[in-house]
């Protein structure tokens, strides 16, 4: 195979090593499910609290505040609509941020046809969460109040403490998605004053499809998934013991070896972005220079379609991601970027990249030099570039 670059972390990322082995034993010889009442099933009872209390270590949580889930998706629908309708009798108004992901927006929409009423908190240009209009539209009749911890897509890493402190003085549940940040961040749940959190195994080399949520003790969250009497008969569905304990080691491993990996990580993205401002013209980068995660890179090239780039970065062996969804066939531009003022040309020709621990510095280089002329072939072809390039730029 030619060279392969993956620069798509923030997708997803390859399962470590540790975190396999961790888990083949419960795939064949400890396979009771936990819910039996015999040997097999304590045997698997024994390893679901053991990476209960991993986890609930690392966050500092109590065992019994940590509630396992099919992933991050699952975690947000949970934590949203579980709390929206288990407060309904106190109010219907909830606030999310505008650049939350689909599993946030699309729930707040089910829930706004279901008679609850939306807001959006502001963000500024660079995804930031404006905290006086927050406190401006959090009111009596509030009931919960979400804002993701790192956005996904500009890498922005957003005042939390501070949204839960106003969720608190209005009486509402407070709610952040970690999804992107866990793992990669130092997390203190008790610190950081949130009610609910919700977590994903597969962004930091743990396995696809588990995940968990953070339920503070004495917080209202109703069943979605209703069934048998797993997670203390809040979420039903037969436990998946092997992909918890591969959740629970990864997360071990990503938490010991945080403050490395971060600064490994973001010297790469640095270098990343130097370069890329320097030697590519027409270019912006999307979301805070500091303030972002340490994996995050995304900018906007100007006159040309993000999916153009990405496809030819993907024939050259690099594997990126681009900000617009595509759908149905039809190219909506990114969300978040249009949230953070963007015009619609700019958010169409976006590319986020996201390192990871195994990328190095040479395949950065290399990454730069195919961007360019990749960059460079486009824009020859792009009648937008001539028409305006000619007379703004060239
Ligand atoms: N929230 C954020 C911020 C994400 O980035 C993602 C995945 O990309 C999710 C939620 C969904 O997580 P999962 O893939 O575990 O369902």
């Given amino acids: 195979m030619e060279r392969q670059i993956y620069f798509d972390h923030a997708a997803t990322t390859p399962l470590c090593k540790e975190a396999l082995d961790k888990m083949l ?52 629908n949970w934590a949203l609509r579980g709390v929206a309708h288990a407060y309904k009798d106190k109010g219907n108004h909830i606030i999310i941020s505008p650049i939350e992901h689909a599993a946030m927006l699309s729930t707040a929409k089910a829930l706004a046809k279901e008679g609850f009423k939306i807001s959006y908190m502001k963000v500024d240009n660079e995804g930031v969460v404006d905290l006086d209009h927050l406190r401006s539209i959090a009111k009596e009749g509030t009931i919960f109040i979400g804002c993701m911890m790192a956005n996904n897509e500009v890498g922005t890493i957003e005042p939390i403490k501070e949204i839960a402190k106003i969720a608190k003085d209005c009486g509402a549940v407070s709610f952040t998605d970690a999804v992107q940040a866990a793992g990669v961040l130092k997390i203190d749940v008790k610190e950081l004053g949130v009610d609910l959190m919700s977590m994903s195994a597969h962004k930091i080399y743990g396995p696809k499809g588990v995940g968990a949520l953070y339920i503070r003790n004495g917080v209202k969250v109703q069943s979605i998934l209703t069934g048998g009497h797993q997670e203390r008969m809040k979420r039903g569905g037969t436990t998946n013991v092997a992909g918890i304990v591969g959740f629970a080691e990864a997360f071990k491993i990503a938490d010991r070896d945080l403050e490395k990996n971060f600064n490994y990580v973001s010297g790469l993205r640095d270098r990343f972005i130097d370069r890329v401002l320097a030697e590519v013209p027409f270019v912006k980068l999307n979301g805070p220079r500091e303030n972002r995660l340490p994996a995050n890179a995304d900018f906007s090239f100007e006159f040309i379609e993000g999916e153009s780039i990405l496809f030819s970065l993907d024939l050259a062996g690099i594997a990126v991601s681009s900000g617009s969804a595509c759908s149905s066939g039809s190219l909506e531009p990114s969300h978040v970027l249009l949230a953070l003022g963007l015009p619609e040309a700019l958010a169409h020709g976006s590319i986020r990249f996201s390192f990871g621990k195994h990328n190095t510095i040479e395949e950065v280089d290399y990454a730069v030099e195919k961007i360019k002329e990749a960059v460079q072939k486009l824009r020859e072809m792009s009648p937008l570039f001539k028409a305006e390039g000619e007379i703004k730029y060239v």
């Fill in 25 to 76: 034993p419960y795939f064949t010889d400890v396979f009771g499910n936990p819910n039996s009442q015999h040997a097999f099933g304590r045997e698997s009872v024994k390893a679901v609290d053991e990476a209960r209390d991993i986890i609930a270590k690392i966050i500092n949580a109590k065992p019994n505040e940590v509630y396992f889930t099919s992933g991050g998706t699952e975690g947000d």
